[in-house]
């Protein structure tokens, strides 16, 4: 700790950060430009001036910029000082000589740091009369709007996109005194964090042009809480409504997971709950389609069907929420309760919970990510299987490279003169995986093989860590070679971390990570051990358990079950069509939950509309393994209601006794974890409904929020009162508490002076450190501090090539692979095309060339597909887009010959 002097009263500071840190930590209003707490201090922008002083004795004092000055012991500054004062107003009017005066038509406005800084410098008139400078804007693609004009040259963009990002077609262009930021030409950005520039920029200059298409002042939009769930490492959101419909999501901070950063998906991809797939009433086959039927009259038909039937099973899904499946599983009986995952997925995500249960190592937090100095990526292509991941690892490649700069004296916040330091060197990291990743570029070495073969590479890795894990004698001398730098490379490094999950479709490939793993465990190494996960609650489903999707299927087969209930799942995705085709056709009764009209849907005898994510209460489990809570953003229209209820009302049709003791969201909380040990600590995720802030629940919308009566007078010209809800402890209103909730039920952030996303460090204990009163979510596994049983032994034969055969691979996207966002218009918009991907020398063999068909023979259905050219796939392997080309259900890894068309 460092004691300071600001404005002759002294505080305590830590001693490894800027003047401008500790003052903003403190809770002084400073205003800034250039500087992010994530990317550290330049000293572009010169606005965060305050008055140094020597000692007690100096009058006179020097203006320094305080992003660029260390919170050193006994320093001595003035933030209220005249000179201080008028220089940082002067910067901000030599900004808006060329800033257009466009806030009442521009997207950032109540909501601008340009505007709060204006304010807050006391600047607030125009002397100059001159003609502006301005620009050309470019067309950045479906995601991102681009106002040039905005500019004030802060460098963020271009500083978050390609050095912390990793991006290279957004650049700074510069012809004497004009600096243009954007691309070298018209054209979509290619990074996959792109997005974040919407909550980087100060300004208007890069804008969310979804939200364009529906656009509303931040002080207008309703929010609540949410997590992302477009992969499985819960990201934490916000969702915000307007006039009964989802307008945008942000990034709602939590230091353990997300940080300040989404990927492009999780914060596009919402635009499936407006789109065209979205069920809105109850439908019920008649005549052999579906059409709706009232909802009283569902109401019947379910009491007709469910009251003393014997034969119903429910199919749940890693998709829906614990609340729900438990819901299912309590009416249906946990015997007859199926978890709702592929049987081989099903298979992998018991497998990774067993190995983070028993050891040998924790599972990281994202920001344990971002410091581990080491890495290895076996089987996973994290870039578009968990984004979030791929993001954490380009700064972790930084960490044994600053210590370079340590020795050097130079602060980590100082961020200019740390890369100017390091330059281009990175620390280790490896990525095995079967094709090319959107992350080699910062990798130390990469390895190109089949699953099979990247499991052997890893046991290797495990033998050269501990000659006590098994050998793989007949590994080729490259690959041997390789796994004796990697487990060289995690031995020297103080945070070592190993990657993996079920990508690959290969179990041999997970336990060769544990192996990796539990070698650096035994050496006495603080290793972490992170599993992606297939789906937003996949871990969470598993936990919750359930028989294999094959079991139900046998179960309708021998009579045994005739009514089905499917809770947010398209079975086609996970099994083949043929074997889910006879499944539905011979159920007696099958009904749906879900939001989605997916095929499994259009083979139901009864669909009921669930809410999505932003329509609905409740917990996800994330990959990490920690539990979080998301809320409802608005209550949604039309005989939509959350899945969980609609559950609830079967019980009540069923005749079942929880229907009476189950009314709210913390009443099936308390069953869920009275029931299931291993789910006990949910509780812990966010307050109950009952919590109160000075007797007040607390506000989803600003205290701007307007238009409450003129919105509904088509209906009412009397203001209604705003709706209850019985399930959260956050009012339908911008009536309630709204200075300091707590983290997991803030809505959004904002402070007085501070209407843009800068005023979450109000809301932190420390500047990039945890909320103020914890960050969201709780841990539900912790291995034990000795880790139980042995090294995998089970090591793989090599992977062989057949004559006339190929291995067929998913290859994952971003855009496209995963169920919900590829619904949304601008995400689908970037999907790739169907396409089958081999290598030149297998092209060669075909006589094939990029572009021509090829005929994919699988599960005795026949698909046509056209060749894409991948040079770096292994040799018998062939690789196809993942959610893009319809082959997930049909049991992968598989063999498939391929044919010439």
């Known amino acids: 700790m460092a004691k300071i002097w600001v404005d002759d009263k002294w505080y305590e500071v830590g001693a490894d950060q800027s003047l401008l840190e500790a003052c903003l930590e403190l809770g002084f209003d400073l205003p800034y430009f250039c500087w992010h707490p994530a990317l550290g201090s330049v000293g572009a922008c010169r606005q965060c001036a305050v ?30 000082d005249a000179d201080a004062a008028s220089f940082r107003a002067g910067v901000v009017e030599g900004l808006m000589q060329n800033h257009p005066h466009d806030c009442p038509v521009c997207d950032e406005g109540g909501e601008c740091h340009l505007q709060d800084m204006t304010v807050m410098t006391g600047h607030n008139y125009r002397q100059t009369t001159y003609p502006k400078r301005t620009f050309r804007n470019q067309n950045l693609g479906p995601l991102i709007n681009h106002e040039m004009n905005r500019c004030i040259q802060c460098y963020r963009c271009v500083r978050y996109y390609r050095e912390y990002a990793g991006g290279r077609d957004l650049d700074a262009f510069a012809s004497r005194n004009q600096v243009f930021f954007g691309r070298h030409q018209e054209g979509t950005l290619q990074n996959e964090f792109a997005g974040n520039l919407v909550e980087i920029c100060p300004t208007g200059v890069f804008t969310d042009k979804t939200l364009k298409k529906h656009y509303t002042r931040k002080w207008d939009l309703q929010m609540a809480p949410s997590v992302c769930v477009h992969c499985g490492l819960g990201c934490n959101t916000t969702a915000a409504e307007r006039y009964g419909s989802l307008r945008r999501i942000l990034n709602r901070y939590n230091g353990h997971v997300n940080g300040y950063f989404l990927c492009d998906r999780g914060r596009f991809g919402y635009e499936f709950v407006r789109g065209e797939q ?57 015997e007859r309760f199926f978890s709702g995952m592929s049987d081989q997925g099903s298979h992998l995500v018991s497998l990774m919970e067993e190995i983070l249960r028993q050891g040998p190592a924790r599972t990281p937090s994202l920001s344990e990510i971002e410091i581990s100095d080491a890495v290895l990526v076996l089987g996973e292509d994290v870039t578009n299987v968990a984004p979030r991941i791929a993001l954490a690892l380009r700064q972790s490649v930084r960490q044994q490279p600053m210590e370079f700069t340590d020795k050097l004296k130079i602060p980590r916040w100082l961020d200019h003169a740390v890369r100017e330091a390091i330059q281009d060197v990175k620390g280790p990291l490896f990525i095995a995986a079967p094709s090319a990743t959107r992350l080699d570029d910062a990798a130390t070495a990469t390895y190109r093989a089949a699953p099979d073969d990247l499991a052997r590479l890893g046991f290797a890795i495990a033998h050269a860590l501990d000659p006590q894990a098994p050998d793989v004698p007949d590994l080729a001398a490259g690959a041997r070679s390789l796994a004796e730098q990697i487990a060289a490379a995690l031995k020297s490094a103080k945070r070592p971390l190993v990657i993996s999950g079920p990508s690959s479709s290969s179990a041999a490939v997970i336990e060769a990570a544990a192996n990796v793993a539990r070698g650096l465990a035994k050496a006495g190494q603080a290793v972490g051990l992170a599993f992606t996960m297939p789906e ?76 999505a994510f932003a329509e609905s209460d409740g917990t996800l489990v994330s990959s990490e393994g920690r539990a979080q809570r998301f809320f409802q953003a608005y209550i949604p229209k039309d005989d939509i209601q959350q899945s969980w209820r609609w559950l609830i009302e079967m019980m009540r049709a069923a005749g079942r006794s929880e229907a009476e003791s189950w009314s709210t969201l913390d009443d099936v909380i308390a069953a869920l974890a009275q029931g299931i040990s291993a789910l006990a600590k949910i509780t812990e995720a966010a307050p109950s409904a009952k919590f109160r802030k000075l007797g007040e629940k607390i506000a989803r919308a600003p205290n701007r929020y307007s238009g409450r009566t003129s919105m509904l007078a ?59 009163g914890g960050d969201p979510g709780v841990r539900l596994i912790e291995p034990p501090e000795t880790a139980n049983g042995s090294f995998f032994s089970s090591v793989p034969k090599p992977f062989a090539a057949r004559p006339e055969e190929w291995l067929l691979v998913p290859l994952y996207h971003i855009f496209g692979s995963e169920e919900l966002s590829r619904q949304a218009p601008a995400v689908a918009e ?67 010959k391929l044919s010439r068309l």
């Open 536 to 611: 937003a609650n996949s871990l969470g489903a598993n936990l919750m358990g359930g028989g294999d999707l094959s079991a139900a299927f046998k179960a309708v087969e021998e009579g045994r079950a005739d009514t089905v209930i499917i809770l947010e799942n398209d079975l086609y995705l996970k099994a083949p069509a043929a074997a889910v085709d006879r499944f539905l056709d011979a159920a007696r009764h099958v009904i749906a939950i879900d939001y989605l009209s997916t095929p499994t849907v259009a083979k139901s005898e009864l669909a009921l509309p669930a809410g």
């Open 51 to 80: 008055k140094q002083y020597r000692d007690e004795k100096d009058t006179r004092g020097r203006l320094v910029m305080s992003c660029m000055t260390p919170a050193s012991e006994g320093a001595r500054i003035s933030i209220k």
């Open 714 to 772: 088509n209906i009412n010209v009397s203001e209604p009162k705003p709706p209850d809800d019985p399930d959260s402890a956050l009012a339908f209103s911008m009536e309630g508490y709204q200075e300091h909730p707590p983290p997991s039920l803030t809505p959004f952030f904002w402070a007085p002076g501070w209407n843009s996303i800068q005023s979450l460090n109000k809301f932190q204990s420390e500047i990039k450190g945890p909320l103020r």
């Open 830 to 896: 970037l999907a790739p095309k169907p396409y089958l991907a081999v290598n030149s020398e297998d092209a060669a063999h075909l006589q094939v060339q990029a572009g021509d068909q090829i005929e994919v023979n699988l599960a005795g259905t026949a698909h046509r597909l056209p060749v894409a050219i991948h040079p770096d796939l292994p040799k018998g392997i062939a690789g196809f887009p993942a959610g893009v080309v319809s082959l997930e259900g049909t049991g992968l890894l598989a063999w498939s």
């Open 278 to 334: 979205r069920i809105k009433q109850t439908l019920a086959r008649q005549d052999g389609k579906l059409k709706p039927l009232p909802k009283a009259k569902a109401i019947e038909q379910l009491g007709r069907v469910l009251p003393g039937n014997q034969k119903v099973i429910g199919i749940g899904s890693p998709r829906a929420s614990l609340e729900a499946n438990f819901a299912l599983r309590t009416l249906v009986g946990p």
